[in-house]
Structures are given as C-alpha cells and as structure tokens.
Nanobody, 128 residues
Framework: QVHLVESGGGSVQPGGSLRLSCTNSGHGDTPACMVWFRQAPGKEREGVASIYTRAGKTYYADSVKGRFTVSQDNAEATVYLQMNSLKPEDSAMYYC?????????????????????WGQGTQVTVSS
C-alpha cells in the first residue's frame, strides 16, 4: 500500500533553506524509487532529485545539483529533500512520486506518467 504525504513547504528569502518530507502513510515500507518533482505556474512538471531507496543511489537535475540533497529514513518510511541556497526560480509546487524502477532507472529524468503514486504537493515560495 502506497499513500504519500508531503510536508515542509513554506516561504523563505533567497539563500534560505527548507526541508521537505514525503512519508508513505500506507501500510508498507518506503517504495523503491522515490522522485521529487516540481511544477511552477505555466511550466511543465520537472524532476529535480531521485533516490533508489534499496541502495541509497541518488541523482539530481543540474539546476539543483550542489544545493539540494535527497535522503531517506527507512524506519519512518520517509524521504527528505533538503533545499539550501534557495533561489526565486526554485519557487514551485513540489511533489514526491513513487515507482518501481530500480537503481540506474530511478532518475529524475523520467516522465511524470511513469509514476503511479503521488503526494498532494507542498508549495515552496522563494521571495524577498
């Protein structure tokens, strides 16, 4: 059973930090492939980070590499997205998604239609 619940969004100034959480509140462990997507108004949904939870393998989009870190807590069936040095262009609705892709196939460059489970989204606004 997979039911994803996100939290942690909010408003911050440029250069600030936020940590997003995505918990599987269903009666199961952390899904194998977890990806964080974001969607700004008028733009397509884009993947920013992924983690293959069976091995901790991560990938990042170039736009967030070095600033965002994805991690997991299997005991809590939770995946986190630590976002540092936030920029106004990071403002978007952030979603976590779960899929069955393994290892090198678990990347943020997969299309959203590849994922069958989604959280409700959490808003991140970066503004001075």
């Amino acid at each position: 059973q997979v039911h994803l619940v996100e939290s942690g969004g909010g408003s911050v100034q440029p250069g600030g930090s936020l940590r997003l959480s995505c918990t599987n509140s269903g009666h199961g462990d952390t899904p194998a492939c977890m990806v964080w997507f974001r969607q700004a108004p008028g733009k397509e949904r884009e993947g920013v980070a992924s983690i293959y939870t069976r091995a901790g393998k991560t990938y990042y989009a170039d736009s967030v590499k070095g600033r965002f870190t994805v991690s997991q807590d299997n005991a809590e069936a939770t995946v986190y997205l630590q976002m540092n040095s936030l920029k106004p262009e990071d403002s978007a609705m952030y979603y976590c998604a779960a899929g069955r892709f393994a290892d090198i196939r678990c990347t943020p460059w997969r299309t959203p239609v590849d994922f069958g489970y989604w959280g409700q989204g959490t808003q991140v606004t970066v503004s001075s």
